[in-house]
């Protein structure tokens, strides 16, 4: 993988950063200090919201895997995911816990630190990583026909 320019990292930098904020942040509720996204939005959608939410979360998660984050991180921003996902799914407090848990948020800040302290430089990648994505793979399949299971 080559070196990106500083230009490039600067890109990427704001890229992911828009990306976070449109999901975790974009809105601001009237008369408060209450900030929420996409995924709090479209979350409200009963079943299907904090799916396509998950999904629009990893995008984040496979740029990183693009970067060379290494499979340590990948595997904690995928618990974030994973946790934003199930959590979300409950009606209710899992609409009040998008607005704070913000998995998208956080997982933006740890490819930072990571990326800060590897100076700017990103590791290659790992095959321990494909095996993650298979494994969320199958970890949304099964929390899918979970939910399906429950509903009938």
Not at 64 to 92: E, S, T, W, Y
Request: aromatic share 4%.
């Amino acid at each position: 993988m080559a070196e990106p320019t500083p230009e490039q990292t600067a890109a990427i930098r704001d890229e992911l950063d828009r990306y976070a904020w449109l999901l975790d942040e974009c809105i601001r509720i009237p008369g408060t200090r209450i900030r929420l996204g996409l995924d709090s939005v479209i979350g409200l959608i009963p079943g299907a919201g904090d799916l396509l939410t998950g999904g629009a979360a990893l995008a984040l998660v496979l740029r990183a895997h693009r970067l060379g984050a290494p499979a340590p991180l990948i595997r904690h921003m995928l618990k974030n995911v994973g946790i934003d996902v199930v959590v979300g799914a409950i009606p209710l407090l899992g609409d009040v816990f998008d607005v704070a848990w913000r998995a998208n948020r956080r997982n933006l800040e740890l490819l930072r630190e990571h990326f800060s302290v590897q100076s700017g430089k990103p590791q290659q990648a790992r095959g321990a990583a494909r095996r993650m994505w298979l494994m969320l793979a199958a970890g949304v399949i099964a929390v899918t026909v979970m939910y399906l299971l429950i509903r009938k």
